[in-house]
């Protein structure tokens, strides 16, 4: 009977809206409010409009086509949110760079994604001349700092008064708005393809979890060639909100912003809000207008959220998991969850439940759902999952078998459906046959009190397969033995699963470009120590 | 360069979820929570879920597949909620029927949409019974009340009772998820696909402006066989919120169930709005719980307004305009706007401004957009958009070509970017070659102290081409002259849009099955009447 019918138009009419579709609605309805501050500028929606369609018209005038790739390397300025907004408009990509990159990353991303324009600020002025021959395709230069711009390069004001104010292409649904390469924890970093609706439904998922409004004022803390700080931005868009920013992390200057500009929402990582919560201490501050800090990139621990609530005592916390590749948030943990209670901050270590436009499984390694409590990679589809990976069909098709996106993370889901992030897939330890996740070991060393900061990785290893081999930075003054070590471990988790092996540096564990450790480049090294002593040249 | 990349993956993995999605997530996170209340009976998460996966096995053991219509003909009920989510969740269609159309259009609307079963209540049992010869196709008529069930049909309870719990078949995104025959005030009605992200589409620009949340019990009182009571069923689940039903509005009974279930929000259109008012005039009522009523179907007048605000003084009103096809809503009217301010109402017959995730344009006869302050036809697009009309491929390629919905309404943007509709397309009157839309002739009229309603519809005329021709329905010992009428209306409107004849009557316009005034049927009287005072058989 019934299951066929005319067959489903083009979506075309129902795709989701472009990004740029609410700046001419709020430039319309409230010209005058402020859509941007950062320092002593201030744009209104009509001011911002108008430079974005300028600056598009300048972009087109350079030749950029719809699909075009435009780079961005520069620390938070409102000057890098017109950069992305005009890049929009004109219908191009844009491809915001990490700047904390080595030239050699650098140089490898801007070959691989083919810019036509590339933005870049003072700071990372030095670094874009010296990688721009990476990209035969770049045919301008445009400098976002207020100053005078190097030689070779445009000025973003006059490269702005030279062109003329283009209608929007109207891009939107489908589409691809952002290529951000994904700082990845292991192997060579992918770009991710995030069209503008995948961009909405975050907005989407945000709105219905955190309700800021068109009076939250939200204040830009992380640097923006991170999928959440540029996702945060565009929501900020959506909700008609004013945005302030800030070049970079500074507990002062975060603190001086928030009473100036009576910021209302801020999204931070757990090691700015550590530092924040200290600095408060030290500092009155008048944080008055704050009703939502979001944090996410890693769990937290409950000493620091007791601290977090005592310091904002009038602040809703929000903890997000996700990745760049789902725009980035799958699920969230609620302001409920980080107040004292009759079961305590039980729900702490874990990361929610799904927004609400994600759909989250925990998938066995046949993608066949596994039931609450059992451990599996975490699935999660939406219409927040990325396009896919530039240039890499292979690896696209990977990642989205079977209608999810393959996170790599390992977790389960409680019998209440709250998700819990166990390790990544790549980090699991097989020793002596037996599954061991590094976090769950580090968690268990972390809490001895000579250990400033840890990792675990796996090892290969005659006898065991792999061995669980610990990384560990003392407190000062302290060095914990392997014993040590060993025996405090034992009371917390099984016996397979305390380090064999023991390493203590007295430097930071290297950090990947989005603060995360990089255990690849820890287990190489602990593979070339142990390499070394085996064939005598005697590192260790 | 880069405007090629790789091709995009199927778009599964980042579609909308289906809207049976967040009912797993409940029943895990909130079992015991009240899902539904209607009289006596009140259904827990957990309950719900239950009773629906029995259906859903009760549907698929009748052989229902995927894509299957299953038609309703009901009075609103928590039985008709979960046939409604029992339908989906075995991957069928649910198509609610007018129950107060005549048998002739229910028939008619049977066999085009060839259901396999078809649920009913009491009040309807005796036309499902004429009526179920129409569709060979049905299977299985389901009785929806409490008492016994006529002969060669199924009782709800004893349908379940038999059967066996089922998973989820899992529609979502694209996939129909109702076939909704719209009423239309024109022509023959049209059978409206809208699927799972439609729906999930309008929940969330519902969110975005009137922010109810789990605690925000709703009311529904406007009939489910609409698509706007359907689609607030649907985001009150998605936002975990309890639903109340009753089974026809009555002012006494609304007041009731609004004190005794703590309502928070419900949806009215503003006749009942009227009769509230009035009650609550003659009757104390409990409504501090209610914080938000949502109004549409028809824009509303100052007094009106003044009075509700009066009457429910703590109470955010919200007006939509939108249409079947577009699941419904395509702007709004916050709050603001409801409130007497330095403009006065001003805003009041605006239709407000386009919902988050809908775009509104409006067109020229070749859908290039037209500025501000003109008038052309009203085009939405985004992720609301129907999927199509049932079995009508051409009118389906015709309302959505250019990739916007052809909303048939006549409207403008002033320069603020609020819509403001005119007229229906259809119902403009071309008299001595000027264009006259009917709403403001009429709007004119109603003015008039002596006339309760009226309607204004255009009648072919030897000399004028069309004349505009008033139906007024006078108040009780008032007989307003055609004279007295016009003198009236000239101090309103230009000249050449007064009314050029006039027919009085006692009895109420006739209406659609959604309370819109059937100007077809006014005009083909007006024109019958003509020709026969014309040929002499003396109507008139």
């Known amino acids: 009977m019934t299951a066929g019918g005319p067959a489903a138009l083009p979506l075309q009419a129902r795709s989701f809206p472009g990004l740029t579709t609410p700046l001419a609605r709020l430039a319309a309805r409230c010209g005058d409010g402020v859509a941007a501050i950062d320092g002593a500028r201030r744009l209104t929606w009509s001011q911002l409009l108008a430079r974005i369609e300028a600056l598009a018209g300048a972009l087109q005038a350079d030749g950029l086509v719809p699909g075009d790739h435009v780079a961005l390397l520069s620390r938070n300025s409102a000057r890098m949110m017109e950069a992305i907004y005009g890049t929009l408009w004109a219908g191009g990509v844009a491809c915001p760079l990490n700047t904390r990159l080595a030239e050699g990353d650098l140089r490898a991303q801007l070959a691989e994604a083919e810019p036509v324009i590339l933005f870049f600020d ?74 503008h609706g995948n961009f909405w439904a975050n907005a ?61 929402v801020t999204t931070l990582v757990p090691t700015m809000l550590r530092t924040l919560v200290e600095h408060l201490r030290r500092q009155e501050s008048d944080i008055g207008s704050l009703r939502i800090i979001s944090y996410g990139a890693s769990p937290i621990d409950e000493t620091l959220v007791r601290r977090m609530v ?14 760049t590749e789902l725009s980035p948030t799958a699920t969230q943990l609620g302001p409920e969850w980080h107040r004292p209670g009759p079961g305590g901050m039980a729900r702490l270590r874990s990361a929610g439940l799904p927004a609400t436009l994600a759909e989250v499984m925990i998938g066995d390694p046949g993608d066949s759902p596994m039931p609450a409590g059992e451990t599996g990679e975490v699935l999660v589809r939406g219409p927040m999952v990325m396009k896919g990976y530039w240039k890499n069909p292979r690896l696209t098709a990977e990642a989205l078998r079977n209608g999810w996106m393959h996170t790599g ?17 790549d980090d699991m330890i097989i020793s002596g046959g037996e599954n061991i996740h590094s976090l769950e070991v580090e968690n268990a060393i972390a809490a001895h009190p000579a250990v400033a900061q840890c990792a675990v990785v796996g090892v290969s290893d005659p006898h065991w ?76």
Chains 1, 2 share one sequence.
């Open 409 to 425: 993370d390992l977790g389960y889901r409680d019998a209440e459906g709250f998700l819990y992030i166990v390790d990544r897939k």
């Open 465 to 540: 397969g792999q061995r669980v081999h610990a990384v560990v930075v003392p407190r000062p003054g302290q060095a914990p033995s392997l014993e040590e070590l060993q025996a405090h471990c034992r009371t917390l988790i099984a016996g397979f699963k305390v380090p064999r092996s023991l390493e203590l540096r007295d430097d930071a564990l290297p950090l990947s470009g989005i603060n995360k450790v990089l255990k690849t480049e820890l287990r190489r090294q602990a593979e070339a120590r142990q390499a070394g002593a085996v064939d005598g040249t005697g590192a260790e």
């Open 122 to 195: 003072d700071a990372a002025a030095e670094t874009a001349l010296a990688i721009r021959d990476a990209a035969p395709s770049l045919r301008q230069l445009v400098h976002l700092s207020d100053g005078p711009h190097p030689a070779g390069t445009q000025g973003h004001d006059t490269y702005l008064a030279r062109s003329v104010r283009v209608p929007d292409v109207g891009r939107r649904g489908d589409d691809t708005a952002m290529l951000i390469y994904s700082g990845g924890t292991t192997g060579r970093s992918k770009g991710v393809m995030l069209s």
């Open 204 to 264: 989407m998922n945000v709105q219905f979890a955190l309700r800021p409004d068109a009076t939250s004022t939200y204040l830009q803390v992380s640097p923006m060639f991170h999928v959440s700080a540029v996702a945060r931005m565009f929501a900020s868009v959506i909700n008609g909100a004013a945005q302030v920013f800030i070049p970079q992390f500074r507990p002062d200057l975060v603190l001086s912003e928030i009473a100036r500009n009576r910021v209302a």
């Open 310 to 323: 005592e310091a904002f005592p009038k602040v809703d916390f929000w903890q997000a998991y996700g990745m």
